[in-house]
């Protein structure tokens, strides 16, 4: 939080954005966390994105200064945390950190990649390594691409021991897990792309920063973990699948326009495989919920579907 002495040293003010969403339990997690943090002058507010299981009421009493914005629907990833970022640019930030509310975060991760701004006025965006909250020295991400003929971006890493992603370097892709961005990077790129709703994109964030002349920095030493779990309730893994798959379509044709149709092909090609391995399996809603997400891209059906 702000003090005193932090505006006396004059520390570049940072709005952390966390998105909630029927996960009291996990924000509750974070913002511990961040409480403990060694940077001196920041803020949290947390977006309420309809819950619907009485999590306002439970962030209301979390107290500690947070700035509590209730959404009256659900906005989705893009939608929710653009609200976040209008009020910290309405506010005066200098930095604007996205960061999900299933992680919790070392105390000079903050810091660190604040310190990966200096020397270079083109960085725009910096990310930490992140590892997973259950196995704290196994990497989620360690840095990252976009693949055009992929039509997305991947994590460099996944497993592997963190000791061998401690250097510095520069990435095409950072996961919308934890942005650290620059105000002034926002107010000349803007807000995020609303029609995805879900998934991808930050990989768009990510593209339209890079095109705007902003480079993105991987802080091998600035550090948070993240709650990966791949237990998820079927219904729940119906939602990726859909909007990854619908979305993938939708930024290859927005940055990729001249060679689409290649891209396309490549996409469809991809999923192949899986829709084999769907059919013999009798995973009937698979091969559905993806059938659905090509028909939906080619009818501009973006933004919140009707699962």
């Known amino acids: 939080m702000v003090s005193d002495s932090a505006k006396d040293i004059n520390y570049p003010t940072v709005f952390i954005i966390l998105l909630n969403y029927n996960g009291f339990n996990d924000t509750r997690e974070c913002v511990e966390s961040l409480h403990k943090i060694t940077y001196p002058n920041y803020q949290i507010v947390v977006i309420d994105n309809n819950s619907s ?5 439970n962030l209301r009493a979390l107290g500690g200064g947070i700035h509590l914005i209730e959404s009256d629907k659900n906005l989705g990833f893009s939608g ?30 903050l810091e660190k990649l604040i310190d990966g701004f200096s020397n270079d006025e083109h960085i725009g965006i910096t990310v930490p390594k992140i590892n997973y909250y259950a196995e704290k020295e196994k990497v989620w991400y360690g840095g990252g691409y976009i693949s055009k ?25 950072a996961t919308g897990c934890c942005l650290l961005i620059k105000a002034a ?10 029609e995805y709703f879900l998934y991808l994109e930050d990989t ?9 002349g902003f480079r993105i920095k991987y802080i091998g030493d600035g550090k948070i973990y993240h709650k990966v779990s791949a237990a998820t309730q079927k219904r729940n893994a119906l939602l990726p699948v859909y909007y990854v798959t619908r ?5 290859a044709k927005k940055f990729f326009a001249s060679e689409f149709w290649l891209i396309s092909a490549c996409v469809h090609a991809l999923f ?12 009937h809603e698979y091969e559905e919920i993806v059938t659905k997400a090509f028909k939906d891209f080619k009818f501009n059906k973006m933004g919140k579907a009707g699962l």
């Open 204 to 212: 768009d964030y990510c593209m339209r920063f890079i095109n705007a």
């Open 80 to 109: 929710g945390n653009n609200l976040g970022i209008k009020f910290a640019l309405n506010s005066g930030a200098t930095y604007i950190m996205l960061l999900n509310n299933d992680t919790i975060v070392e105390p000079d991760f």
């Open 53 to 57: 299981s009485g999590d306002v009421h």
């Open 149 to 173: 003929y992929r039509a997305s971006g991947f994590t460099d890493g996944d497993g592997e021991d963190e000791s061998n992603y401690g250097n510095d370097k520069y990435v095409t892709f």
């Open 247 to 251: 979305n993938r379509l939708y930024f």
């Open 185 to 194: 990077g926002i107010s000349k790129v803007g807000l995020m792309d609303e």
């Open 272 to 283: 192949l495989p899986k829709r084999l391995y769907w059919l013999f399996a009798q995973k």
